[in-house]
C-alpha cells in the first residue's frame, strides 16, 4: 500500500527566509509521481511541483524546488524567500503507475505560518 | 479559461435526506476525480472518471454514494440518508490524463449534516 508521511505538523518561516517541508514515502511501484499542493485558507487545492521517480534532476517551479532522495524515499519541499502570502497547508501527494492511475495518496499536511 | 468549478459551495441537510453535488471539470480534461476532505486531514480518494467510465472506487465511497459522469463532461455525486459521518469537504478535480498529468481542484463542496 501506499502511504504519505508529513511529520511537521505546523512550521513558522520568517518573511523572506527558506523554509523546508518535509514529506516521506513509502510504495511498492517502481514508477510513481510526487506531487505537492498548497491548500489557503480559502480551500482550493493548488498544484506547486512535480516529481517523477524516474527523473533525474530535482524539479522547480519558481520559488519552489523539490528535494528527491529515492534511496530515502523522501521528497521535500523548499520555498525560497518566503512570503505572507505563503502561508497555507501544504500537502504532499503520490500516484503510482501500477494498480491505480487515479488515485492521489495525500499526506495528513503541514501548515506554513509566514511571519513578516 | 475557467477552471474546476463546484457547485453547491455550501450545503447544510438534515440526517436522512439525500444530497447531490455538482462538478463541471477543465473542458478538455478527460479524467475526473472526487475526494473527500475532513477537519485536519488530506484529502481522500473517492473514485474517479476516465470520461463516462468510472474506472475505480475506494472503499469509502459506501452503497449511499453513487457517482455519474454521464456524457463525459461535468459530473455528480449523490449521497443518500446522510450521517452526520458525511460532514465533509467533497473536492472534484480534473486533470488531463494520468499518473504524471497534475490534477486541478475545484473549490470544493462544504457539507454539513445536523
Known amino acids: 500500500a501506499q502511504k504519505i508521511t508529513q511529520t511537521q505538523p505546523g512550521m513558522f518561516v520568517q518573511e523572506k527566509e527558506a523554509v523546508t517541508l518535509d514529506c516521506t514515502y513509502d510504495?511498492?511501484?517502481?514508477?510513481?509521481?510526487l506531487f505537492w499542493y498548497k491548500q489557503p485558507s480559502s480551500g482550493e487545492m493548488i498544484f506547486l511541483i512535480y516529481?517523477?521517480?524516474?527523473?533525474?534532476q530535482n524539479a522547480t517551479e519558481g520559488r519552489y524546488s523539490l528535494n528527491f532522495q529515492k534511496a530515502r524515499k523522501s521528497a521535500n519541499l523548499v520555498i525560497s524567500a518566503s512570503q505572507l502570502g505563503d502561508s497555507a497547508m501544504y500537502f504532499c501527494?503520490?500516484?503510482?503507475?501500477?494498480?491505480?492511475?487515479?488515485?492521489?495518496?495525500f499526506g495528513k499536511g503541514t501548515k506554513l505560518s509566514v511571519k513578516p | 479559461d475557467t477552471g474546476v468549478s463546484q457547485d453547491p459551495r455550501h450545503k447544510i441537510t438534515k440526517r436522512g435526506q439525500n444530497v447531490t453535488f455538482r462538478c463541471d471539470p477543465i473542458?478538455?480534461?478527460?479524467?475526473l476525480y472526487w475526494y473527500r476532505q475532513t477537519l485536519g486531514q488530506g484529502p481522500e480518494f473517492l473514485t474517479y472518471?476516465?470520461?463516462?467510465?468510472?474506472?475505480?472506487k475506494s472503499r469509502l465511497l459506501s452503497d449511499r454514494f453513487s457517482a455519474e459522469r454521464p456524457k463525459g463532461s461535468f459530473s455528480t455525486l449523490e449521497i443518500q440518508r446522510t450521517e452526520q459521518g458525511d460532514s465533509a469537504m467533497y473536492l472534484c478535480?480534473?486533470?488531463?490524463?494520468?499518473?504524471?498529468?497534475?490534477?486541478?481542484f475545484g473549490p470544493g463542496t462544504r457539507l454539513t449534516v445536523t
Open positions: 472518471f476516465q470520461n463516462e467510465a468510472q474506472l475505480e
Open positions: 510504495t511498492s511501484d517502481q514508477s510513481y509521481g
Open positions: 478535480a480534473s486533470s488531463l490524463g494520468g499518473t504524471e498529468y497534475e490534477q486541478y
Open positions: 473542458s478538455e480534461h478527460n479524467r
Open positions: 516529481q517523477g521517480s524516474y527523473d533525474e
Open positions: 501527494a503520490m500516484r503510482g503507475y501500477g494498480g491505480s492511475q487515479g488515485n492521489l495518496i
